[in-house]
Every structure is written in C-alpha cells, then in structure tokens.
C-alpha cells in the first residue's frame, strides 16, 4: 500500500491518541507563547529531551496557574500529531505547580489505599463522651492553634483539664515528633478525648499530617480522637482516620466543652421542673387521702346493712318480674304449637300435592312443543355454521384441495418433485396428475 503523506500523518494520530489515551507528565516550560487568540503555546524539557504543547483557551481559563518559562509544572495531556507539520505535540487539559501537583498525587493514592482497607469506615469511629473531665491536645506548644483552643474551653467550661502533647506540626521534623508525642498520649492514656490540631497553611505546610505511618498510629488510639487541622477547606489523611472531624480548632475546643450559661439555663429548667414534679406528687398524695377516707366511709357497718337491705328488695322484685315473664313465655309458646299444628294437617297437604300435579299435567304439552321448537332452531343454526367452515363448501365456490401420493396436503410447490403424482380434489369429484 503506498501512502500519502496527508494520510501517513491520519494514521499516526490516531495511533498515537488510541495508544497513549490521557498521560500525566512533568517538565519544565520554556518558549511560552500566549497569542491574542487566548490559547497558550509551549515547549515542555527535561535535561535530555522535549516535546511541544498546546493548552486551548477552554482549558487555560480554568488552570490553577499561568506557566512561565523556567517553570516545572505538571501536566494532564493527550498525545496526538499536527497534521500539517508532521510534529506530535501534547494537548494540555489541566496544569498545575509541579510540586504542589506531586503532594496532591501522594495524597489521592494514599487516601483511597487507607480507605481500601477500611481505616475511614463509619463502623469504626467511637462518638464522643457525655461528661469530659480531661482533654488532649497534640499541637504546637506556640502556635495559633492551641491559643484559640484554650481561649474557647476557658470562657465555655474552665473546669476542663487540658494536657498539652508538645510537637512540631511542620517540616521535616514534625513527623517523628508528632509518632512520638502520640505514643506517649496512648501510653498514659490519662484523657478522655485526645485532639490533634494546628492552624491553617497550604498542603505543603499540612504534609505531617497526610503520613502514613501518623495515620495508622492514630488509628490505634485507645481513647476517642479529634481531628481539627487547618481551615474548613483543608482535609488531611488524619481527618479521615479520627472519629470526629472538626473544621477548625475553635470548633474542636467546642465539641469537648460545654457552654456554662447553657448549663445554667439546664439547671434552672431542672429546678423547674422538680418544683413542678412535687406539686404533682402532693396533689396526688391529697387525692388519694380523699379516695381513702371515702372508701372508708362506704364500707362503714351501718352502710353495709343499708345496702344489703335495698339489694334483697332489688332482688324479690326482680325474681318476680322474672316468674311473670317465664309464664308470659310459655303460653306464647303453646299458642304457636297449637298454629303449627293445624298449618302440618295431612289432609291440607294433600289437598295442595293434587293441585300441583293438575297443574303440572296441563302444562306438560305446552313444554313438550316449546322444546321441541328450540332444538329444531339450534339444530339448523348448527347446520348453517357447519357450511360456512366447511371444506366442501370452499370447494363450490372453485377452489381445489391437493395432496401428494402419501396424502399430504400440498402448501408450497417445493412439495411436488418432477415427475411426481398429485390428487386433485374438485367439488364433484377427484384429478390425478403428474409434475412435468
């Protein structure tokens, strides 16, 4: 097959965009180029090769950065060919700081790997105790973050104990450090909530607390653990790992106190309550002495012997309402035997059984001819659907029926081989023929 050059270059793009699909890449930016038509133009290198790119204005308008030459960035591209020249070339989707971009990656990776085995499931986070006497918390002794926590507790409930686990939330030495100080937490195991907590910073200031092996050690805590690290937007690995995230480390410093004015507002409505639940008590207590001293009265010798009296009078007249009624009753029922008896005389029914076979006798001609007269009518209405169905019938009107020597009736003339001998069969009559 000879080639053109048009469709050498068709082919090779659509190789190129079917093998590859959607790469990620990281490089530094040189040659940038951002014309009036609003797309960007650039060549991405490393210290060996390079390759150019394109990043179209619907794509650009959303990126998180404006590439400058010098830059290392990376990049979410198809791999493709322009045509005209013959060069293949990335077009960019999305581009960001390569660094930035980097911790992203690690970040994504590792949350779906810890979530994979089971460390974010809801099954496993502990709620938070009702009454909380002590509270921990794992943060820079200086920072913001422990200054608003402490101001909160103080003004909502100072009765609240707090134990500071000192230890850098930032750089390379925070991990080791928060390991250690949260070892040491477990290990006294002297609070009711542990929390774990700084201010806010980019995701590059938040890393020690996307570590891996930090948030497996959380896991493990023996005591309900708190979350509260940078602002609302930010979420780190141990978010998800704790039991409970706070957005900020003011709402964590609220989650283990209680507001003393609300409990205040709680004991007064108690009060109330109790002065309410005694008015109650004593008025039942006034209502029953009131039941008793009724009760007493009407089971007094003198009352007893009153209303026995009147339940013997009650008693005598009932019984003899009772009698009367008995005696009413039967002489209604010897008055319906005596009926009954003469209605059942055997003369009277006799009488009735001879009137009704006269009866039956004179109209026994009349059903005799009326059925009669049905059955013919059934008989030739019968007679009139047969013809309509029936096969003789299409045969009167110059139809045939054909079979073949074994008697088949004949449907297509695929049946009939040359040669073959075929019945005809006519309305008066039969044809034998044979296939020529």
């Not at 911790?103 to 085995?117: D, F, G, I, N, P």
């Not at 964590?252 to 003393?260: I, Y």
């Not at 009488?351 to 009326?370: E, G, T």
């Amino acid at each position: 097959m000879v080639y053109s050059v048009s469709q050498l270059n068709i082919e090779i793009r659509q190789l190129l965009e079917q093998g590859f699909g959607q790469i990620s890449l990281v490089g530094e930016i040189s040659n940038f180029a951002a014309p009036g038509s609003g797309h960007w133009y650039f060549t991405l290198k490393d210290e060996r090769a390079q390759v150019r790119c394109a990043m179209f204005r619907n794509a650009n308008q959303r990126a998180k950065v404006r590439p400058q030459n010098g830059m290392q960035v990376l990049v979410r591209a198809k791999v493709t060919v322009y045509e005209p020249r013959g060069d293949y070339q990335l077009i960019i989707e999305q581009v960001e700081d390569a660094g930035q971009g980097l911790l992203q990656q690690r970040y994504e990776q590792l949350k779906e790997k810890l979530s994979a085995e089971g460390l974010f499931a809801p099954e496993r986070k502990r709620p938070l105790p009702d009454h909380i006497h002590k509270v921990g918390v794992l943060t820079s002794p200086t920072g913001a973050a422990i200054k608003d926590i402490l101001a909160v507790m103080k003004r909502r409930d100072p009765s609240v104990e707090v134990i500071i686990y000192p230890s850098a939330v930032q750089g390379e030495a925070a991990v080791p450090q928060l390991q250690a100080m949260l070892k040491t937490a477990f290990e006294r195991n002297e609070v009711d909530v542990l929390l774990v907590s700084r201010g806010g910073g980019s995701l590059e200031d938040l890393w020690c607390f996307n570590d891996e092996n930090f948030a497996r050690l959380l896991a493990t805590a023996p005591m309900p653990t708190i979350s509260a690290v940078g602002h609302e937007i930010d979420f780190t690995i141990s978010d998800f790992v704790a039991d409970v995230r706070a957005p900020t480390p003011s709402a964590a410093a609220e989650l283990v106190t209680r507001d003393q004015q609300q409990q205040q507002q709680k004991a007064q409505a108690l009060q109330q309550r109790l002065a309410l639940a005694q008015q109650r008590l004593l008025q039942r207590l006034k209502q029953r002495w009131q039941f008793l001293q009724t009760r007493l009265q009407q089971q007094h010798p003198q009352r007893q012997l009153q209303q026995q009296s009147q339940l013997a009078d009650e008693l005598q007249a009932r019984a003899s309402r009772a009698l009367q009624n008995r005696l009413a009753r039967q002489q209604q029922r010897v008055s319906y035997l005596q009926g009954r008896l003469q209605a059942v005389h055997p003369q009277k029914e006799l009488q009735r059984l001879h009137d009704k076979l006269n009866h039956q006798q004179q109209r026994l001609p009349l059903v005799m001819q009326r059925l009669l007269k049905e059955n013919r009518a059934r008989q030739q209405q019968l007679m009139q659907s047969l013809n309509l169905v029936s096969p003789l019938n299409t045969l009167e009107r110059g139809y045939a029926i054909v079979r073949t020597e074994s008697g088949d009736v004949v449907r297509s003339e695929k049946q009939v081989n040359i040669g073959s001998t075929i019945e005809v069969r006519l309305a008066d009559g039969s044809i034998t023929a044979k296939r020529q």
